[in-house]
Structures are given as structure tokens and as C-alpha cells.
């Protein structure tokens, strides 16, 4: 490889792990590289090759990181480990994965195929069967997918890692003696992350705002780049120049589309009548599996758009505390059902929501047949249904 193409997957690294979404750019790009537009075209053919390249060149550096883990880890494989001992190794993995190594986490965020769904599977069960916990192989590794991408937002580092300590403390509570266990770390962090949070610019009421409505339709649909003022325009069935009236930059407009998304999906929704309704634990994990491999899963693929969006930038943080810690009715009444009524602790719903993500995540990248994918699934979830 040529110092020019080094530079470009150099180039694109950087951006994927410091800067937001929507400044991610082929301008961008090629101006942290110092050449020319054309040199992508040169030297890659297109940009999405590019984004090829520079996924294979992290997953590259992530599997030696995740062999250097391995063999620290191996002199634990002889001694059986208490619950709070793999709880804290997992979340310590997850957390220098999504610390120290975040420039290649984030290349796992923005470019992922089934080599990496691969490579980080084999080396969760490999984790797994080290600490302890290798009948729950397949769960960890799903819950380490949904809980790292999680883990990616940083809004306040100390409390940020309270969290994940809690959240991971939690499954492995469940996993090995079917035990709850308070949380008051996600309590304190909810109440806090709410004290910090603050609508955008301008204020409007959003819940009632065709335009932000729009824009958030569009942005769990498409993604950022599909939050374009002539689609907004279209959907919210205004002017062009209404929509640039009231939102004068791209940047205002993925923002409002942002809260908009996360208040549509967190704070919404008639949640006693969905606490009033009870479906038999089989039912329910049927539906689960249904959404899953059917890729129906709008909150959780509305969710993942807003992560991918505010991992960067300063004007999202106040809304990073809050997603990592938002209230999740709709996943509580699910796993209240799988579990047959009994009342998750609000740890477990998280850990148990990362989970379903992380199926997804493999739905969505790894091969095999739809019967396959869905006795996967199943058996995934089977620690969490009675």
C-alpha cells in the first residue's frame, strides 16, 4: 500500500472516530489526507471501496487487540470465577474496546460486515468459556455487540463506567443464579442525564412540529443522509423554503431530527395500556424472534441511528446521558412477559435490550439460512424467558 492510500484509510479512521456523522465527508476526507479528490478514484475505484479498505485495516488491528486479550486472559481459564469477577472482566474488555481501541470500535460502527460479526463472535466465546460462562457463549456475544455500541457514547467517563459496570453486573446476576440485583447507578445516572438535557435550537414544540416530525421519520428510515431539506419538505407536505426558514443549516435540522426522534420513541406512547397487556412467555419470544429476523425493530433501529449520530460532537452530549440511560417501557413489558410477569430491574432491561441489538447485528451481517438465524436467535434469548 502506497503512502497516499495509507493516508486516505488514516484519513477516514480519524473522521469515523472524532467527528460527527454529518461531517463526514468526501471533502473532509481528502483535506485530513492532503490529496486530491481524485486520488480516491485512483487508487480505490469509488469511496464505498475506500470504506472497504479502511474496515478490513481496523478489523486487522482489532483482531490482534482481541488475541492480546485472549492471552491475558488465559491464566484465569483454571479457577472458576465468582459472578461480580466476570462481570467486572467483561466490562473492562468492553470498556478498553471502546477506550483505548475507539478508533477501531468506531470503524466496527460505521463499516461492519460479516468478517467483523465473525471475528468478534469468535473471540466473545472464546471470553466466555474463559471466565466461566461459556454456556452463555452465544448471549454474551450479542450482549457485548449492543452494550459496546452503547458504551461508545461518552458523557461523563466516571458515571459512564458505573453504568456499564451495573448493566453487565446485572446479566451475569441473571445468567448464573436467575437473581435481580438494585440499580441505583442507572437511577442516579437517569436523574442526572435529565437534569443536563436540553431541547435545540429553535425552540419549538417538537412533538407537534411537522417539520422535526418529518425529520425524524426520515432520519430513523435512512439515516442522516437521508435528512435532506427537499425530503423534509416532501414528507412534513411544506415549502422548501419553510423548512430552510426555520432550520438554516443541515446541522440545526439533524439535530431538531434527533430530539425529535428520541423524544418520539422515549417519551411517547399510552405505556399503561401496553403494561395492561399479557402474552404467554412462548408468545412473546416468537414475536421478539419475528421482529428480529424480519428486521421490524423501529425503536431499536430508530435507537441505533441516534448512537451512530451523536457519538460525536459537542452539541449532543446532553443528549448521549440520556439514550444510555433512557426509560424503556416497551423493553420492560417484553422481558416482564419472557420471564412470565416478574418485573425486570431496569439494569437487566438494558442488558437484555443490547442483547436483542446485538441479534440484530448478526441477522444483518452474518451468513446462514433463516432457520438457522432464528434457532440462533432463540437460543440467545433463552436465558431470559421462563
Known amino acids: 500500500m502506497n503512502s497516499t492510500e495509507s493516508r486516505l484509510i488514516d484519513a477516514l479512521l480519524d473522521l469515523w472516530a472524532e467527528s460527527p456523522t454529518e461531517a463526514v465527508s468526501v471533502r473532509a476526507l481528502v483535506q485530513k489526507a492532503e490529496t486530491a479528490h481524485s486520488s480516491i478514484h485512483y487508487h480505490f475505484g469509488n469511496v464505498e471501496h475506500l470504506y472497504q479498505s479502511a474496515s478490513g485495516a481496523a478489523l486487522a488491528k ?10 491475558a486472559l488465559g491464566t484465569l481459564a483454571v479457577d472458576p470465577l465468582p459472578p461480580a469477577l466476570q462481570a467486572s472482566i467483561m466490562a473492562s474488555v468492553i470498556a478498553d474496546w471502546t477506550g483505548d481501541q475507539r478508533r477501531l470500535a468506531m470503524a466496527w460502527r460505521h463499516a ?96 407537534n412540529d411537522p417539520i422535526s416530525a418529518a425529520a425524524a421519520a426520515l432520519l430513523a428510515e435512512q439515516g442522516h443522509v437521508g435528512v435532506t431539506f427537499r425530503a423534509v419538505a416532501a414528507r412534513a407536505q411544506v415549502t422548501l423554503g419553510k423548512v430552510i426558514h426555520v432550520y438554516g443549516t443541515k446541522s440545526e435540522l439533524l439535530h431538531a431530527a434527533l430530539y425529535s426522534l428520541y423524544e418520539r ?5 399510552d405505556v ?34 441516534i448512537e ?53 447485528y448478526r441477522v444483518q451481517h452474518a451468513g446462514g439460512t433463516q432457520d438457522d438465524l432464528r434457532s440462533g436467535a432463540a437460543a440467545v434469548l433463552r436465558p431470559f424467558a421462563r
Open 62 to 71: 482489532a483482531e490482534h487487540w482481541m488475541e492480546a486479550q485472549l492471552a
Open 112 to 207: 461492519p460486515g460479516a468478517d467483523w460479526q465473525t471475528a468478534w463472535e469468535r473471540f466473545w466465546g472464546e471470553v466466555a468459556r474463559v471466565i466461566g460462562l461459556g454456556d452463555n457463549a452465544d448471549t454474551i456475544a450479542c450482549f457485548a455487540a449492543g452494550e459496546a455500541a452503547r458504551h461508545l457514547l461518552v458523557w461523563h467517563p466516571l458515571l459512564d463506567r458505573a453504568l456499564l459496570e451495573e448493566t453487565t453486573a446485572a446479566l451475569v446476576l441473571w445468567l448464573r443464579e436467575r437473581r435481580l440485583q438494585p440499580d441505583p447507578v442507572r437511577a442516579m445516572y437517569r436523574t442526572r442525564a435529565l437534569r443536563h438535557y436540553h431541547a435545540p435550537r429553535p425552540h419549538l414544540d417538537r412533538l
Open 265 to 269: 420513541e422515549a417519551l411517547r406512547g
Open 272 to 305: 399503561e395500556q401496553l403494561v395492561a397487556r399479557t402474552i404467554a412467555p412462548d408468545v412473546m419470544l416468537d414475536e421478539l424472534l419475528n421482529a428480529v429476523l424480519r428486521g421490524r425493530q423501529p425503536v431499536l433501529a430508530a435507537y441505533d441511528e
Open 308 to 360: 451512530r449520530a451523536i457519538y460525536n460532537g459537542e452539541d449532543h452530549a446532553p443528549l448521549r446521558g440520556l439514550v444510555r440511560a433512557m426509560e424503556d417501557p416497551s423493553g420492560t413489558w417484553a422481558l416482564a412477559q419472557l420471564l412470565g410477569g416478574l418485573h425486570p430491574s431496569a439494569s437487566l432491561v438494558a442488558a437484555f435490550s443490547a442483547t436483542i441489538r446485538g441479534i440484530g
